[in-house]
């Protein structure tokens, strides 16, 4: 065997009496780099969601908490095209605000002595009305000589109609609040395991586009149920109603999306 006359070393190649041998680096292989970006992305969706989450659990199962639930004497709409009728409009009467003197012609214009500018009056002086109290309702509705359905729709668009208070009591029974373990489970416990799910997918594979198509298709499902986000404190109230309006009217894209891309491609092929 030779033995080099000569050797210097370039890198990774050594010369050896001018024979050449390759040695292999023995540095370790370049590590992809982290997808930190769709990781922050996918923490601040997680926490918008965990947030309406808790916030929905809170107002469907208060006692969990420690506190009464919020009894809905009556329920008012939006403005509404369909059936011009205006805002605030009575859609749901409990029997206290039957018995108080409400019909379904009326419309709520204020509560407690302030204008029903909105859901956040709506939902903060339903809250305050303790089991036992009365709650100040001030109605308008039509002209008593108008009281059919037909005729009160003609008057509200003409404008003539009069402005009553009624007293509305709370009663000391919640009823409206007993619930059934299963509709705790669909309505309460699966939307948050569902939202849980989709975030473990994406986490999973946070560069995989058809991950964060499932982790949208569950949330989807995680805001499907009323939230009760007009009792929400300031602030989170807005972040709730925005979200659910934005999920529900973007449903069909996702489903769509869904169908086309998981869980394999649509072949426009087949037949």
């Not at 390759?22 to 370049?30: D, E």
């Not at 919020?70 to 059936?83: E, H, K």
């Not at 206290?96 to 204020?110: E, L």
Request: glycine share 6%; net charge positive.
């Amino acid at each position: 065997m030779l033995l080099p006359t000569r050797d210097f070393v370039t890198g990774s190649k050594t010369v050896y009496n001018n024979h050449r041998y390759i040695l292999h680096s023995m540095s370790s292989p370049a590590r992809p780099k982290r997808p930190f970006l769709q990781y922050v992305a996918l923490a601040l969706l997680f926490s918008v969601m965990a947030v309406y989450q808790y916030n929905s659990i809170h107002f469907r199962q208060p006692n969990w908490f420690g506190e009464s639930p919020v009894y809905r004497l009556f329920i008012v709409l939006p403005a509404s095209t369909l059936n011009h009728r205006p805002a605030g409009a009575v859609a749901f009467l409990s029997p206290s605000a039957h018995q108080a003197g409400m019909t379904y012609d009326d419309v709520v214009v204020a509560m407690n002595g302030r204008p029903l500018t909105g859901k956040a009056v709506y939902g903060e002086e339903m809250k305050k009305t303790v089991p036992g109290a009365s709650l100040d309702v001030t109605v308008r509705r039509p002209q008593p000589a108008h009281a059919n359905s037909a005729e009160a729709a003609k008057q509200w668009r003409t404008g003539a109609r009069i402005e009553t208070t009624l007293h509305v009591l709370r009663p000391l029974t919640d009823a409206q609040s007993s619930t059934n373990f299963l509709q705790t489970m669909i309505v309460t416990i699966m939307p948050m395991l569902v939202v849980l799910l989709g975030v473990w997918v994406a986490l999973v594979r946070p560069r995989d586009p058809r991950a964060w198509l499932v982790f949208a298709a569950t949330s989807v499902y995680g805001i499907l149920f009323y939230p009760g986000a007009e009792f929400w404190p300031p602030g989170l109230r807005e972040l709730g109603e925005g979200l659910r309006a934005g999920y529900t009217a973007s449903l069909p894209v996702w489903l769509l999306l869904f169908g086309i891309y998981f869980p394999e491609p649509f072949s426009l092929n087949s037949r």
